[in-house]
């Protein structure tokens, strides 16, 4: 049996950090009803779509094994069928504009009025309250503001991190919050609002370099590496591609020069402890560029991590995913979409020896799981023909 069994969520989310969070409640055996607009859906579905695919990648890479229905909430049917699906679920999630539900009767504490056991989880940019509350936020701009998107050098353009998600970790972190509000739902039978903000989310994805910025001052970009100009730390030529040596400890170095066979550079006084090789970086730079060149980055990697020398060919992301360790550990999933074209998806990121994540079903067609939805919430036949004549769903 996995962890969420049983639990149903209700998915009010959209786009990419909401439909994040959910998609991971999901692999964990979740059943996430996800509310989509009647003819139109996610704001995803169609976004970044390539040619000749039915949904967008960022669409499908959140929102497979969910069941999807199409409600117009500005309906009186439409906020009927809110509340009685609010009624019978664990959790509700949504990532629309402050306030925006609440306007329409459908917020948290609306919703909690109803199901008091309730879990709501709101993902916004800046929280649900204070003077930022309304100001709109995406992955970018959060990187802007936080300080993520600063490299460190007044004269230096910012740069949006690559392989930075700020979109992607907030859901995660919802993700997390709303597990500790299962159990502790569990322990008090009481429902709780959790109320996750983009800022926040990227402040604790900083906060190694956001500690040392508070000791040091701001002289350097939170998000560049806890080492600074080491020189066995960084990236080198090889002859078919680049490595990164990750050399922070003297059992590195010289691991590193037994396999370069450079019982010259062990011997050299200038490089025998941290602080001199640090004084002299530049000519113990050119010295490992000079004798890393010649290698094939794929054999020197191999070479150096079994010698306990940290490195990494710098791969490209289709080469990681090429590796069979991702297939091993079943952190690739493979799905189709809703016209059945094979995707592969990701799974959670962990391996459990039993029960572990996994997906529950295919990427959704728009409304596919509406009627039976519905029926599940005691709608009959002709109330779900009404509800589809009035446009409410």
């Known amino acids: 049996m996995k962890a969420l069994e049983g639990i149903r969520v209700l998915d009010l989310t959209h786009a990419l950090a909401g439909p994040f969070c959910t998609y991971h409640l999901g692999l964990l055996g ?46 009186a049917g439409g906020k009927e069928l809110i509340r009685r699906l609010a009624a019978v679920s664990d959790v509700m999630v949504e990532n629309q504009r402050p306030g925006a539900l609440a306007e329409m009767g459908l917020g948290h504490e609306d919703l909690r009025a109803l199901n008091p056991a309730l879990i709501t989880c709101t993902v916004s940019g800046f929280g649900q309250g204070g003077e930022m509350a309304d100001w709109p936020a995406y992955d970018h701009t959060i990187q802007a503001i936080s300080g993520m998107a600063w490299t460190g050098d007044a004269s230096d353009v ?24 299962l159990v502790r739902r569990g322990r008090t039978g009481q429902g709780q609002h959790l109320d996750v903000a983009m800022l926040d989310a990227t402040a604790l994805l900083m906060g190694v370099g956001l500690v040392r910025q508070m000791i040091s001052g701001d002289r350097i970009s939170a998000t560049q590496a806890v080492v600074q100009d080491r020189p066995t730390v960084g990236p080198f030529r090889t002859r ?6 990750s050399g922070n400890f003297q059992n590195h170095w010289e691991a590193l020069c037994r ?22 970086k530049e000519a113990l730079r050119a010295e490992l560029s000079q004798r890393i060149a010649p290698h094939d980055a794929a054999d020197l990697e191999v070479a150096l991590m079994e010698s306990g020398a940290p490195a990494a060919k710098v791969r490209t992301t289709r080469e990681m995913l090429e590796m069979p360790v991702m297939r091993e550990r079943g952190m690739l999933q493979d799905s189709q979409t809703p016209d059945g074209m094979p995707i592969t998806l990701m799974n959670a990121g962990f391996v459990a020896d ?12 728009l409304g596919e799981h509406t009627e039976q939805v519905l029926g599940e919430l005691g709608y009959a036949p002709q109330d779900i023909q009404d509800l589809r004549a009035a446009g409410a769903i």
């Open 259 to 280: 396999v370069l066979k450079a019982d010259d550079l062990l011997a050299d006084p200038r490089f025998q402890t941290p602080t001199a090789r640090l004084e002299h």
């Open 158 to 181: 910012p740069s949006q991190g690559r392989g930075f998600s700020i979109d992607c970790f907030s859901g995660y972190v919802a993700h997390s919050a709303i597990l500790s509000a």
């Open 30 to 75: 979740a059943d996430v009803v996800k509310v989509e607009r009647p003819g139109v859906g996610d704001d995803f579905r169609a976004f970044v779509r390539e040619p000749g695919w039915s949904v967008g990648s960022a669409f499908a890479a959140v929102n497979a094994g969910k069941r999807s229905i199409t409600v117009d909430l500005k309906t």
């Open 240 to 245: 078919d591609g680049w490595l990164w040596l």
């Open 354 to 365: 039993a029960d572990g994540p996994s997906l529950g079903g295919r990427l959704p067609g």
